[in-house]
């Protein structure tokens, strides 16, 4: 059976000393993609605009050190905590976004109060760009060939060059176009009923099917801990999921009992 190959190269481009990577213009690019959305719901509701920027940092702020801290104590503990420096280590790799979810929360957290703003009416809007963050993250994972699949004959399946000579699930990309899914989702929802949902809603609705697609994906992945998950019956990723997922079921019912 003839698999298509993936052999490109994770450098956009080069400009001397300089080397820029597609993650980092991908990682780049959802960030200002966001901003871009909550400058644009900031007005659409009358909310003043100069908290979007200081709140916005503290998001980011809170998702890459979140995302690294979560990366290093969920999924290499023994190696980090022998080597701490290594933490700050970020060019090397490795964000977990289960990680990144809660860093922006708690930041999202202490920045609401510094600024006097609804926590949960922040959370509701700024959850549907995230979504298309995750969208863009995972395509930036899959130029550099990383966070494949398991191996498989299926017909779909991708041999990643960079990795081994295998047939394997394109598991990224199976993550990537569920949150874009779930992009769409989001914003359908907000622009056309955002004055009739409740608050929490759209948080809810975003964790239960970002953490529900993680979860499913998990099942294709390449085990991503070094260490032993087994006693768990799941992988560290699928056992992350599960408390992100109920708190999302939880939200949804708690919305709707309001409403």
Not at 49 to 59: A, D, G, K, N
Not at 158 to 172: E, L
């Amino acid at each position: 059976m003839e698999y298509f190959v993936w052999n490109a190269s994770p450098i956009a481009f080069s400009l001397g000393p300089i080397t820029v990577f597609w993650y980092g213009i991908l990682f780049a690019s959802s960030i200002l993609l966001g901003l871009e959305f909550m400058k644009w719901a900031f007005k659409l509701e009358g909310k003043n605009e100069t908290t979007i920027e200081p709140l916005f940092l503290y998001t980011v702020v809170g998702i890459v050190v979140g995302a690294r801290l979560g990366h290093c104590l969920f999924y290499d503990p023994a190696f980090y905590l022998a080597n701490p420096l290594k933490i700050f280590a970020v060019w090397e790799g490795g964000l977990a976004s289960h990680g990144g979810g809660l860093g922006a929360i708690i930041a999202l957290y202490f920045g609401t109060k510094k600024y006097k703003m609804d926590f949960l009416w922040l959370i509701d809007r700024l959850i549907v760009p995230t979504a298309l963050f995750g969208f863009l993250v995972r395509m930036g994972n899959f130029m550099n060939s990383e966070i494949v699949g398991i191996k498989t004959d299926v017909s779909w399946a991708i041999i990643f060059t960079k990795v081994d000579a295998f047939p394997r699930h394109p598991a990224q990309l199976y993550e990537a176009f569920s949150y874009l899914a779930i992009f769409v989702l989001l914003f359908s929802i907000y622009k056309f009923s955002k004055a009739k949902v409740k608050p929490g809603l759209l948080l809810g609705i975003f964790l239960t099917l970002v953490f529900s697609a993680r979860f499913l994906v998990e099942f294709v992945k390449v085990k991503q801990a070094d260490y032993d998950t087994s006693f768990l019956f799941m992988s560290t990723g699928q056992a992350l999921s599960i408390p992100f997922l109920l708190t999302g079921l939880g939200f949804i019912i708690w919305s709707l009992k309001k409403a």
